[in-house]
């Protein structure tokens, strides 16, 4: 135990006990949409859902990577933050196991996120994207196969966000839907319990769920008819707050549904919304349009797509393109998750429960 008086000297020194602590994580393993995916859909020849040209990735890996950003992901710099490599998208691992260029599947995680997919199966489909379904298919059957070691499970932390995509098409004019809007939340929330029951069932402990940031602000929302242009979509937000309740009251169940287990919920909504509501304190210049695409809002093009412009300082920006933030909104998204308060994450910060044992 640290004495009173050693514990006073190391801050005295500038140390803090977490500081000295090392953080139990070895691997990180990811599941989601366009904000985690790092490159899986890149290695899915059939899917249309692509950003593996320039200039994505522009900013940090000077190439574009499949990341729907100009640089890292908030799961790229959490992985930074615990001193882990960067994971791979799971397509190119196997890629790598079946052509023998690797011998084993990689031992810091893997990513399996999708961009376009959804929590509910038929989201974008058509562009032949992973569904979240499947990504936890992809998980298991590593699984089954001995290819991941059951410790590193253990030494683990696995991420969750997705829901983007669902909601988004809701308003599509084309896909007229069946359900109310209250329905069609529930429908996306018993998909998330049902994935929940199994990553713990395959193992995991340390599981964070980050919510959806208000998905109805977005550049591309000019693509919809009947969404306004000069503030948010009100209708859609609605029921990204809806959704991200459920979403935290499930990630509140964790510790009784699920023995030994530990949940956190990030707000990124909450976050996102102070980022627009005082800009300047978080260094953006412009909170609406995005860096990189063209037509009413920068939301009408992809970005890289005929006809796209790119601003010039992307750091400056909340949207990098039509649909995502920038690295910029990634870096201060992650390192308020790694030592915010409960405000932003509860009920720990990613920090803590990278130093939890389970
Ligand atoms: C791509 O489509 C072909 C033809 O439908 C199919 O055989 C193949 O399995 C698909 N590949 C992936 C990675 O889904
Ligand atoms: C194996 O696949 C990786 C990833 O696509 C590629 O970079 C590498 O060149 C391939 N190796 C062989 C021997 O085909
Ligand atoms: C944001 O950037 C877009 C595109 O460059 C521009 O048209 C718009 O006026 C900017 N908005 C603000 C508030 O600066």
């Known amino acids: 135990m640290e004495s009173p008086a050693l514990l ?3 801050l005295v020194l500038g140390f803090s006990t977490s500081a000295i602590a090392t953080l139990n994580v070895r691997a990180i393993f990811t599941f989601g949409d366009s904000i985690f995916d790092a490159g899986n859909n890149h290695f899915n020849k059939n899917c249309t859902a692509q950003a593996d040209f320039p200039p994505y990735g522009s900013s940090f890996f000077h190439h574009s990577t499949g990341r729907f950003t100009n640089g890292r992901t908030v799961v790229d710099f959490i992985s930074q933050f615990v001193g882990i490599e960067l994971q791979k998208p799971y397509l190119q691992a196997q890629i790598e196991v079946a052509n023998g260029s690797t011998k084993d599947y990689p031992s810091n995680g893997i990513n399996f996120a999708s961009a376009g997919s959804g929590v509910l199966l038929d989201t974008n489909k058509d562009l032949a994207v992973i569904p979240l379904q499947d990504q936890l298919q992809q998980f298991q059957t590593l699984i089954d196969q001995n290819q991941i070691d059951k410790q590193l499970l253990q030494n683990s932390i696995f991420f969750f966000e997705s829901g983007s995509n669902d909601i988004f098409n809701y308003f599509l004019p084309l896909d007229t839907p069946t359900l ?10 018993t998909q998330v319990g049902q994935f929940m029951d199994q990553i713990y069932k395959l193992g995991a402990r340390r599981i964070s769920v980050f919510s959806l940031g208000p ?14 242009v000069d503030r948010c979509f009100g209708k859609m937000d609605k029921m990204v707050k809806s959704y991200n309740q459920g979403l935290e009251n499930l990630v509140k169940s964790i510790p009784s549904k699920y023995p030994g287990a530990v949940g956190v919920y990030g707000a990124v909504y909450d976050i996102v919304q102070l980022f ?4 300047q304190r978080y260094g953006f210049l412009n909170v609406s349009s995005a860096c990189c695409g063209d037509g009413t809002l920068g939301g009408l093009v992809q970005c890289g797509k005929e006809g796209y412009t790119v601003c010039p300082n992307p750091d400056q920006f909340l949207f990098w393109d039509y649909f995502h933030p920038s690295e910029h909104t990634y870096n201060l998204i992650s390192k308020i998750f790694w030592s915010g308060t409960q405000s932003r994450i509860r009920p720990l910060n990613l920090k803590d429960l990278a130093n939890l044992t389970v």
Request: net charge positive; glycine share 6%; proline share 16%.
């Open 215 to 228: 998905v109805g602000c977005v550049p591309a929302r000019a693509l919809l008819p009947g969404a306004p």
């Open 276 to 279: 627009r509501a005082i800009p």
């Open 8 to 10: 006073l000297s190391l």
């Open 180 to 189: 109310n809007p209250d329905a069609y939340v529930q429908a996306m929330l």
